[in-house]
């Protein structure tokens, strides 16, 4: 059931020029805001992301980010020294929440993460699918954009099949969960946009 676009609360604090949204319990549904877990922080020029959020369309903050901002970058504080992660996002509304024959659409996909980068906020790591930032179509509503982030078990090589690369949409993250037994995701973030036109 998607989260009426109506009324939400805005909280804003200009921390370090960041435009920080403080989410409510009138922006998203229950089932929606109790996706995110973990401690991730996801940091866009004038927007910081660390709970589940609708991003507000004041201050063209939808529209930068769909046609403005580069990749994001990445904060987990809890990241454990000798591990290695692997950073996941999908749209698993594509081409709509009401019909996601699409999805998961995959639109960044980071392997061999270290505890030091995510620390730091500075992603290096391998980089299987480049980051392509959130385009939800015009009068398709609101889209989900997940961030998930797993453990990488020691020495395995993460990689997608020939099948997997040829398209970025109906992934099967599941599929590819287990086979590199990724598990559970130690952390997990989202946010909610629609097409910046609508």
Same mark, same amino acid.
């Given at each position: 059931?998607?989260?009426a676009p109506?009324?939400?609360?805005?909280?804003?604090?200009?921390?370090?020029? @960041?435009?920080?949204?403080?989410?409510?319990? $009138? #922006?998203?549904?229950? %089932?929606?805001?109790?996706?995110?877990?973990?401690?991730?922080?996801? !940091?866009?020029?004038?927007l910081?992301?660390?709970?589940? !959020? !609708?991003?507000?369309?004041?201050?063209? @903050?939808? +529209?930068? &980010?769909?046609?403005? *901002?580069?990749?994001?970058?990445?904060?987990?504080?809890?990241?454990?020294?000798?591990? #290695?992660?692997?950073?996941?996002?999908? $749209?698993?509304d594509a081409?709509?929440?009401?019909?996601?024959?699409?999805?998961? *659409?995959?639109?960044?996909? &980071?392997?061999?993460?270290?505890?030091?980068?995510?620390?730091?906020?500075?992603?290096?790591?391998?980089?299987?699918?480049?980051?392509?930032?959130?385009?939800?179509?015009?009068?398709?509503?609101?889209?989900?954009?997940?961030?998930?982030?797993f +453990?990488?078990?020691?020495? #395995? @090589?993460?990689?997608?099949t020939?099948?997997?690369?040829?398209?970025?949409?109906?992934w099967d993250? %599941?599929?590819?969960i287990t086979?590199? $037994?990724l598990? +559970?995701?130690?952390?997990?973030? %989202?946010f909610?946009?629609q097409?910046?036109? $609508?």
């Amino acid at each position: 059931m998607m989260a009426a676009p109506g009324s939400f609360l805005v909280l804003s604090a200009f921390i370090l020029g @960041l435009f920080h949204v403080e989410a409510t319990p $009138d #922006t998203l549904s229950s %089932q929606d805001a109790s996706f995110c877990h973990g401690g991730l922080e996801v !940091i866009y020029p004038e927007l910081d992301i660390d709970e589940c !959020i !609708i991003i507000p369309k004041d201050r063209k @903050l939808r +529209e930068k &980010v769909s046609t403005v *901002w580069e990749a994001p970058e990445i904060y987990f504080t809890a990241a454990q020294k000798k591990k #290695t992660y692997v950073l996941v996002m999908v $749209d698993p509304d594509a081409p709509n929440r009401a019909d996601p024959k699409s999805a998961y *659409w995959r639109h960044w996909l &980071v392997v061999n993460l270290k505890a030091n980068e995510l620390k730091e906020g500075q992603i290096q790591g391998t980089t299987l699918t480049e980051y392509h930032p959130p385009t939800p179509p015009q009068k398709s509503g609101f889209h989900r954009y997940q961030f998930m982030l797993f +453990e990488q078990p020691p020495g #395995t @090589l993460v990689s997608l099949t020939k099948q997997e690369n040829s398209s970025r949409g109906k992934w099967d993250l %599941q599929a590819f969960i287990t086979r590199f $037994d990724l598990g +559970e995701p130690v952390a997990t973030l %989202q946010f909610l946009t629609q097409n910046y036109k $609508d």
